[in-house]
């Protein structure tokens, strides 16, 4: 139907993997994704065309974590 590449999706871990092939330099941003698990904070850099992109690639990266922030790196 042309929605969907022709690759079946596996979740949130195919943005992960493919965040890289579908980016440019000038339709992306570093942002640092603040993370909390286990009762400790830490924070992911990812590459993302916008903020819930890359709250997706940090969460496909740490499934048990909830996210905090996101900020845009510059």
């Known amino acids: 139907d042309g929605i ?3 690759s079946t999706s596996r979740g949130l ?3 992960y993997k493919r965040q890289n092939k579908n980016i ?3 339709n992306h941003m570093k942002c640092e994704v603040q993370l909390f698990v286990a009762g400790q904070v830490f924070t992911e850099t990812v590459h993302a065309v916008d903020y819930q992109e890359a709250r997706q690639v940090a969460l496909a990266r740490n499934p048990n974590a909830r996210v905090i922030s996101v900020n845009k790196k510059f």
């Open 24 to 26: 440019t330099k000038e």
């Open 4 to 6: 969907r590449d022709s």
């Open 13 to 15: 871990g195919d943005v």
